[in-house]
């Protein structure tokens, strides 16, 4: 079965800096999926960005960019310019033909 | 507007009360799902369905039941409920049959089985 593993709880960055949230997965898949869903305070779960593992090029939307590493099966998420709404639970998941798995979080804190 | 809708948004019951949390999509979305997040597990699937009457297990079906009769509504049915059910629940769907794409999440339903 797949695994996802996201080994920071938490996270804090100061506002305008960078942080790098991380994500390992584990899968005997070729094809598939990768995703980074922000939560922020009101549940709502949002989109922010895909990957799929086919294409080698990182994904990238405005501040937000991965490092898709497919053979160290990693997929890590990079912020730039960190703003105070970014304050938010993030979850890496990973999704195979219907199943899909989440990370187990990491809550980011952007201080002003 | 396009949406998942969930109803209702915070339900608090007893154990062993037969409930339905219903999930309805306006998008004509082939792909929908239930998850529950729990503190420290992240959201874990419980069922999906690919298209009406065509619904499959996910990581923990235990508990819980699930219908496709129509293709906009998937509702979440629990028999007996537990209070190891207490979670928030999610439902979603999404553009690609295989849930290969953006999944649109409804606003969750916390349950709480006293």
Redesign the interface.
């Known amino acids: 079965a797949q695994t996802v593993t996201q080994s920071q709880p938490e996270m804090s960055v100061q506002e305008a800096e960078t942080v790098t949230l991380s994500c390992t997965y584990d899968t005997s898949e070729s094809n598939y999926y990768l995703f980074w869903y922000k939560q922020p305070p009101s549940r709502q779960m949002i989109l922010v960005i895909r990957q799929e593992a086919y294409k080698q090029q990182n994904a990238t939307e405005n501040r937000f960019s991965v490092n898709f590493q497919k053979a160290a099966k990693s997929f890590s998420l990079k912020i730039s310019d960190s703003q105070l709404g970014d304050t938010a639970m993030y979850f890496c998941a990973f999704m195979n033909l219907y199943d899909m798995r989440f990370g187990a979080g990491t809550r980011l804190t952007v201080k002003p | 507007e396009a949406q998942v809708t969930q109803n209702p948004r915070y339900l608090i019951t007893v154990t062993g009360k037969k409930l339905t949390v219903t999930c309805s999509q306006n998008m004509n979305h082939e ?1 929908m ?1 239930w ?1 529950r997040q729990d503190p ?6 419980i069922y ?1 369905s ?1 298209n009406v009457e065509v619904t ?1 297990k ?2 923990v079906p235990e508990g819980y039941k699930v219908s496709r009769k129509e293709k906009r509504n998937f509702p979440l049915i629990l028999e007996s409920p537990s209070p190891n059910q207490t979670s ?1 629940y ?1 439902c ?1 769907s999404s553009t690609h049959p ?6 649109y ?1 409804g ?2 339903t916390r349950l709480t089985v006293t």
């Open positions: 792909y799902s998850y420290g597990l992240g959201l874990r699937q999906y690919m499959d996910g990581d928030l999610f979603a295989a849930g290969l794409d953006e999944q999440f606003p969750g």
